[in-house]
């Protein structure tokens, strides 16, 4: 296992410097869930949420949140972002799980250090954003399972969760 990047030889805290790192085509995939009752996620399947169409406004929150990495995350750096996608899926409770809404975000840029944060910061706040719009009716919601799925790109290569 190699050693952890964002500290110096005398142990100290520092952002990576990626200046000699060649500029290669970047990837990464996120997801997770936030579970709920099945009424809340009635609301948000017929769009009759009392603020509006909670998916549409969580995909831009999402996106606007992997555009802000770099402020929220001290140690990342600003990415020039060529795309970020952000899709949802619908799960009705069954026996062996609750009811969700399921979050994949791809994060992608042509540059010297990947998006693997910009993918996971875009899922959470895409959830946290389903959260705030259904809170009135839900405060029990449970965001969980964010993870990286995948990442392309730069010296270390792929990597797909198993």
């Known amino acids: 296992m190699s050693s952890l990047t964002h500290f110096d030889s005398q142990g100290q805290a520092h952002m990576v410097d990626v200046a000699d790192k060649p ?17 809340t996620l009635a609301l948000i399947e017929s769009g ?8 549409g406004i969580a995909r831009i929150a999402g996106i606007q949140g992997a555009k802000q990495t770099s ?4 140690l990342c750096h600003p990415i020039a972002l060529t795309r970020v996608a952000m899709t949802f899926e ?5 026996a062996a799980r609750p009811a969700h ?11 010297q250090t990947g998006v693997e944060m910009e993918a996971l910061t875009a899922v959470q706040v895409a959830l946290l954003t389903i959260y705030d719009m259904c809170k009135a009716v839900d405060r ?4 969980n399972a964010v993870r990286l799925l995948e990442k392309h790109g730069g010296k270390s290569g792929s990597f797909v969760a198993g």
Do not use: H, N, Q, W
């Open 23 to 39: 500029a290669t085509r970047r990837v990464a995939v996120a997801s997770g869930r936030i579970e709920m009752l099945p009424a």
């Open 90 to 94: 619908i799960f009705p409770a069954t």
């Open 101 to 111: 809404v399921a979050c994949t975000a791809t994060a992608e840029t042509v540059g």
């Open 71 to 74: 402020t929220l995350i001290p």
């Open 48 to 55: 009759t949420a009392k603020k509006g169409d909670v998916l």
């Open 140 to 143: 029990g919601m449970v965001i």
